[in-house]
């Protein structure tokens, strides 16, 4: 991975195409649900296009701010590696296939029978989809718990959102001011300082 | 003849909802509701209850129940209409967000802010599985499904198509839902 001066991954020049190619695929792969976890497995993994840090924060912001979360990730991937050009291009690729297989469904099936069918597959597919979800969350805990405010704050969100199913934006206004001064307080301080 | 004034309620209407989204689509899905069924009549409650059950069952974000909102309404038009006013307003929000924060990248803030939002992710991406387990999962070989692909995945590095091929061969089967 290239390096600029600050020590930071400087991000790989990516084509439309292929953001528009991968989000399309995205799409597709993520029919049963767990989305963000083909996102970070394609964006972070495969393709390293950003670092696990940088997604999740990205993941973060998309779920704070108004909008569907998936298009919100979508966008916000899209725009830090190719600006408002590369949002255009992960958002149609994201939706292209979708919207027309969903509106051929919509005035194709209209036996019960064959959305009974269909519901059978998805639900099989979610299972599993709940599985990753559950996989990826293992591997970034994995990573970070010897960092034990992260996994107080991950686990404080878990319980608060997941479990007791709070509203989550409450829960973030708590949560997120807290763990700001936290990071503020415990950052690494800069050697040289900048302009 | 398209009728333009329907049109230009569909757009006002999404607009102003998908702003409103906090929390996701979801979110909003009573609104729709209120709007399209309740106020204007656009759908009847089983036209709304097929259309909300086949946006969730399609691949691709569940969003697009307002794209079949528009096509009942309007045909190929108000599906246009629909999809691009809920999806606009929202992103053009992100887009700006996304700016900032790339304008940003070597300022102490940025590594603050994600110091302080990455074990948030992790909160809700284990709610996010927690809340499929939860809605999905009906029957105790579902619940295996889950365990054995989170298992498979993470501890042995198994590529998760073939967990979801196994998870969608065992819903035909009809093993998934009750």
Redesign the interface.
């Given at each position: 991975m290239v390096f600029n001066k600050?020590k930071?991954p400087v991000p790989p020049t990516v084509s439309l195409l292929e953001l528009y190619v991968t989000f399309m695929k995205i799409?597709?792969?993520?029919?049963?649900?767990?989305?963000?976890?083909?996102v970070e497995?394609i964006v972070v993994e495969d393709k390293k296009w950003c670092s696990?840090?940088?997604f999740?924060?990205?993941?973060?912001?998309?779920?704070?701010?108004?909008?569907?979360?998936?298009?919100?990730s979508s966008?916000?991937l899209g725009?830090?590696l190719r600006?408002?050009a590369g949002?255009f291009a992960c958002?149609t690729g994201?939706?292209s296939?979708?919207?027309f297989?969903?509106?051929a469904?919509?005035?194709g099936?209209s036996s019960m029978q064959g959305?009974t069918?269909?519901?059978?597959?998805?639900?099989?597919?979610?299972?599993?989809?709940?599985?990753?979800?559950?996989?990826?969350?293992?591997?970034?805990?994995g990573k970070?718990y010897h960092n034990i405010?992260?996994?107080i704050?991950?686990?404080?969100?878990?319980i608060l959102?997941?479990?007791m199913r709070l509203?989550?934006?409450q829960v973030?206004a708590v949560?997120?001011p807290l763990?700001?001064i936290?990071?503020?307080y415990?950052?690494k301080k800069?050697e040289d300082v900048?302009g | 003849m398209v009728d333009v004034q329907l049109l230009v309620s569909l757009a006002i209407i999404f607009g102003q909802i998908s702003l409103m989204a906090f929390g996701g689509g979801n979110a909003v899905l009573p609104e729709i509701h209120r709007e399209t069924v309740d106020v204007h009549q656009w759908l009847t409650e089983d036209q709304f209850v097929s259309a909300f059950t086949i946006s969730e069952i399609a691949p691709g974000p569940s969003t697009l129940l307002v794209t079949l909102i528009g096509w009942t309404v309007s045909g190929p038009y108000g599906a246009i209409v629909a999809t691009l006013a809920m999806l606009i307003p929202s992103s053009l929000l992100v887009l700006f967000v996304a700016l900032f924060w790339k304008k940003n990248e070597n300022s102490p803030w940025r590594s603050i802010f994600e110091l302080a939002l990455a074990p948030v992710a992790l909160g809700l991406i284990l709610s996010g599985a927690l809340r499929i387990v939860q809605t999905a999962d009906e029957t105790i070989i579902a619940y295996l499904v889950t365990l054995g692909a989170a298992l498979a995945i993470y501890r042995f590095n198994m590529h998760p198509l073939i967990c979801i091929g196994i998870g969608g061969v065992l819903g035909i089967l009809g093993f998934i839902t009750m």
């Open positions: 600050d930071k799409a597709l792969l993520s029919a049963g649900g767990g989305l963000s976890a083909w497995r696990q840090d940088e999740l924060s990205m993941l973060s912001i998309s779920q704070i701010l108004p909008g569907p979360n998936v298009i919100n966008v916000f725009t830090i600006g408002p949002a958002l994201l939706l296939i979708p919207f297989l969903l509106l469904l919509w005035v099936v959305i069918l269909i519901q059978n597959l998805i639900a099989g597919m979610a299972a599993a989809a709940g599985g990753m979800l559950l996989s990826l969350g293992l591997t970034i805990a970070n405010p992260y996994i704050v991950a686990a404080a969100v878990f959102i997941g479990v509203p989550m934006l973030l949560i997120i763990t700001l936290h990071s503020y415990t950052r800069p900048h | -």
